[in-house]
């Protein structure tokens, strides 16, 4: 799987690996080492033991915002014809891709013009997502107005639309094997978030080249907050979306023509098989820039941030100012600051920033990664590293 074990503590394989002993009827350690390496499907069914799972509809909505306003803003002028190629990986039990498929189709996008690949190590994992069927904990936060559109009720949970799940499909593969998606498969858009937190600096770098290799040269790939130090450095420069951890091939490569012709569909077992004929129409959804406001922030901050994400830093400057002299300073206000410092090209700014929310809330995840992200750019690379230990042993002690 490719696994740091101190990312995900020693404990938890642990437990894992004396779950399936018992499961096994096997008594010590030698004779189930034995076992896995005679049967694969042990090594699978430990490697399902292993993972658990973690995910929920719309997790961290800024960057499927950032995702849908480049696609309809960018991309689909672009291309008047042809499909959108989007990756989800690992998808786990499918929330992310049918995330994704929401928010372009809540902006307006059809669904004949995009295809969503999610890919997944664990079975299990996928066989939910196949079922398309889930219960209250993969709905989080308080906007859940995509859960009326989108979702039907029914006795075993909330089970999402044809529409929605039509063009996702949903496939079983490994990251780290050698021949992944070997067919020449290029992907648009690229969500791989939480994953190489998990990874030594070894596989990590492993991991980006084949995540590069699968991007399209204008093609934007999405990581998680704690990934954004790691990819400077690889050949990835930042999409500067505040929030979104949004990254485009380096300047070079994106200039190289795009390959007109589609892909091969990847060569991996398919789980779903999705419905193309005429799936019914989604319940009429609210235009998309009029979401309401994350619950995470005031409505004030949420209202400057949006102005922002429209490229309005000095407006949304001058705002945040204005807030902290009326309220004082609190982390969420501080940690915009640092954003639109960052944005705005002014970095040393934003390192006073984003140490200030750190000082308030030392293991706040957004500021050490975005300050590590920094760091790394200003030549602080001790620095950076010292901050990207700290966000392991954070997602760590999570995990365990």
Wanted: hydrophobic share 40%; with cysteine.
């Amino acid at each position: 799987m490719g696994l740091s074990a101190p990312s995900i503590g020693a404990s938890a394989i642990e437990r894992a690996v004396h779950t399936r002993m018992r499961h096994c009827h096997v008594d010590n350690a030698d004779g189930y080492w034995e076992r896995i390496q005679r049967s694969s499907e042990e090594l699978h069914e430990l490697v399902e033991a292993v993972v658990v799972p973690e995910t929920w509809f719309f997790r961290d909505p800024q960057a499927f915002k950032a995702m849908a306003r480049v696609v309809m803003e960018e991309w689909l002028p672009a291309h008047p014809a042809g499909t959108l190629r989007l990756l989800s990986l690992p998808c786990s039990t499918g929330e992310e891709p049918y995330t994704m498929a929401m928010a372009l189709i809540d902006a307006g996008l059809p669904i004949d013009r995009f295809r969503i690949d999610g890919i997944d190590i664990s079975h299990h994992a996928l066989a939910k997502g196949a079922r398309a069927t889930y219960g209250g904990n993969s709905f989080r936060g308080h906007d859940l107005a995509f859960r009326e559109r989108h979702f039907e009720r029914t006795e075993r949970g909330y089970e999402l639309g044809q529409s929605v799940r039509a063009p996702v499909q949903l496939l079983q593969g490994n990251l780290l094997d050698a021949n992944f998606l070997r067919g020449g498969e290029i992907y648009d858009i690229v969500f791989c978030r939480n994953l190489l937190i998990y990874f030594d600096a070894e596989t990590q770098n492993r991991a980006i080249t084949v995540l590069k290799r699968l991007l399209s040269p204008r093609g934007m790939l999405f990581v998680g907050h704690s990934e954004a130090g790691l990819m400077l450095g690889q050949g990835l420069a930042s999409a500067k979306i505040p929030m979104a951890f949004a990254f485009r091939q380096g300047a070079a490569i994106a200039n190289q023509p795009e390959q007109a012709a589609m892909p091969a569909r990847p060569a991996l077992k398919s789980v779903t098989a999705a419905a193309r004929s005429a799936p019914h129409q989604p319940k009429p959804a609210l235009p998309f820039k009029r979401e309401r406001p994350s619950p995470r922030l005031p409505l004030e901050l949420e209202e400057l941030r949006c102005i922002a994400d429209r490229g309005q830093l000095v407006e949304a400057m001058r705002g945040c100012e204005a807030y902290m002299r009326e309220r004082g300073p609190s982390v969420d206000v501080l940690l915009l600051l640092g954003v639109i410092s960052d944005a705005s090209g002014d970095p040393s700014a934003a390192v006073r920033y984003y140490r200030k929310v750190l000082y308030l809330e030392p293991d706040h995840p957004e500021a050490l990664g975005h300050l590590a992200l920094l760091l790394k750019t200003l030549g602080d690379v001790a620095g950076a590293k010292t901050l990207s230990d700290r966000m392991r042993r954070l997602h760590a002690r999570r995990a365990v």
